[in-house]
């Protein structure tokens, strides 16, 4: 896919280490068409006011059925922040989770490492991570 930018309706989530000062710039996102489930990894490369551009950096495409078998459109989202193995959370584990009613889900259905220093996602196995539920409590 050509390197594209554009103006996103959804902010994407943001790949950074909580609690630092870093410039909070890398993103990633998820995006769907017909059968087809995009996760695009992205830069800010400029502001149209208080909006970002966002530069593509990466994208893996999956198919919808491989993410939710018995409903491809269905009940899934996508998280960056999680941690393997009970560790640290790590701000480029990216993942798209099911939903579940706990506070963290390890129902992973494909993972990745956003390499903020490669600037590609990563293919990572989803065995051990888990993921804060970011509507937990709400």
Known sequence: MAINQYDWDYPPDIVYDRGSSETLRYGVNLAGKANEIY????????????????????????????????????DYFIHSGCSINDGPIDPEIVAVLGNQETEFITDIRQAWRANRQTRQLEVLSTEGIACENPGWGL
């Open 39 to 74: 996760i695009l990894f992205e830069d800010t490369v400029d502001r149209r006011g208080n909006n970002p551009v966002w530069e593509i950096l990466d994208v893996v495409t999956i198919p919808s059925d491989s993410i939710a078998p018995s409903n491809p459109q269905g």
